[in-house]
């Protein structure tokens, strides 16, 4: 009699097999998107509308252009110093002068009046000094006269007065003849005496008024010449030689006090005036270097003199040649200057470019080696020129990075090439 076996059920049946294989996958895409997914953000481009450039070690000079406008080195400026109506014209703008030619002549009845009333006034004040000076010289030679006078008859009066002292003696005059020889000499030594006690306070005044007398008349000489001055600054003449500009002046015209008349630029050489960021105004010293071009040849200059003052966020510097000169530069004309901050030295150094306005320096696009995408990467930017950044951290010579305007590609992490 057979007997019925039983039958084991299978383990890893088709369905099980097929569960567990889809909560394995459920799980792997899970871990996957949760660890292992690219999450950078990114943005599909063209390469072909890209300005790649190639990081690199080479020589590098700091320096910032600025405009250089050309001015005469040294310029003396015309004001006037009286105000009056234009007389006479003598010489055009653009006119070369001598150092004393004239150039115009005003006019002003009132001051000249004025003048004149003045200078008479001080030649009167004058003329009584010189008459008061003269009166105390005179009183110093009538002090003298007057003490010879007086020595000259106190001599006689001495002989006489030995003469009768003998006389008396011997009783050949009377009383009366010898107290009149006696009260002669005395009188006359003692009037010696006061004369000349008399001729040094005389001397001590005089010589103290004289002495303020002579001041005097050489201050009114002063003002007198400076009046003089006055009157002949109604004629205007070049104060040295050189080329007379910004000048015009109409007959009839009115000229105030002070007013600008024109300039004279002597004819001495060249000067640069420029304009330089107010951020580099601790870093610009008298002596730096600039340079510039100019028909294929480099002409230097050193800064000579800084003016503080910072208007519309710059301020302004003279540079003066350190040697020749370009014959063909002319006054007013603007050249391109390099305001050197440093000498040329080793550094790892980028392309200029677009990317420095939207990241300000601080990071870059570098294209992976494969070619295919690029990468956001912070960076530190240091010194800069014209031509290229010079990189401090974040990129190493031979790679390449891209250095167009990031404007359109709104800070994506990541930049793929689309083929």
Do not use: C
Not at 72 to 87: F, K, L, S
Not at 310 to 336: A, M, W
Not at 387 to 397: D, S
């Amino acid at each position: 009699m057979s007997m019925d076996r039983p039958i084991k059920k299978k383990k890893w049946t088709i369905r099980r097999i097929v569960v567990i294989a889809g909560i394995a996958l459920l799980v792997f895409s899970f871990v996957y998107l949760l660890f292992f997914r690219d999450r950078q953000s990114k943005l599909y481009v063209y390469r072909e509308q890209l300005s790649i450039a190639t990081v690199s070690e080479d020589k590098f000079q700091e320096f910032i252009p600025v405009d250089g406008v050309v001015y005469p080195r040294n310029t003396v400026y015309i004001d006037a110093i009286q105000g009056g109506i234009v007389e006479t014209v003598y010489v055009e703008d653009g006119a070369l002068l001598k150092k004393g030619d004239p150039i115009l002549k005003l006019m002003n009845a009132n001051m000249e009046l004025s003048t004149m009333e003045q200078e008479t006034r001080m030649l009167d004040a004058i003329n009584n000094l010189q008459n008061t000076k003269i009166r105390l010289e005179q009183n110093k030679f009538n002090r003298e006269k007057e003490i010879a006078e007086l020595s000259y008859r106190l001599q006689l009066a001495g002989i006489d007065y030995e003469r009768k002292k003998q006389f008396i003696r011997d009783k050949l005059i009377s009383q009366k003849e010898w107290e009149d020889a006696e009260l002669e000499y005395f009188g006359l030594k003692r009037q010696l005496e006061l004369s000349r006690e008399l001729q040094k306070l005389d001397s001590v005044f005089a010589h103290k008024q004289i002495s303020q007398i002579n001041q005097s008349i050489i201050r009114m000489g002063e003002n007198l010449e400076l009046l003089r001055k006055t009157i002949e600054s109604l004629n205007v003449k070049a104060p040295v030689d050189g080329k007379l500009s910004a000048f015009g002046a109409e007959i009839g015209e009115i000229k105030q006090a002070g007013e600008h008349l024109g300039q004279i630029d002597m004819q001495d050489g060249y000067k640069l005036k420029a304009r330089i960021d107010e951020r580099y105004i601790a870093r610009v010293f008298a002596g730096q270097e600039a340079e510039f071009d100019l028909s294929k040849k480099t002409y230097r200059l050193n800064i000579s003199k800084i003016y503080t003052n910072v208007s519309g966020g710059t301020f302004e510097v003279d540079l003066l040649f350190t040697e020749e000169t370009p014959e063909s530069l002319k006054r007013g004309q603007t050249v391109q200057l390099r305001v050197i901050f440093s000498s040329a030295d080793d550094a790892l150094i980028v392309k200029r470019g677009g990317f420095f306005q939207e990241t300000g320096g601080n990071w870059i696009y570098v294209i992976d080696p494969t070619g295919r995408f690029a990468n956001k990467r912070e960076i530190s930017i240091g010194r800069q020129n014209t031509r290229f950044y010079e990189v401090k951290n974040g990129l190493e010579a031979g790679e390449k990075v891209i250095v167009s305007s990031y404007k359109s590609f709104g800070g994506k992490d990541k930049l793929v090439f689309r083929d």
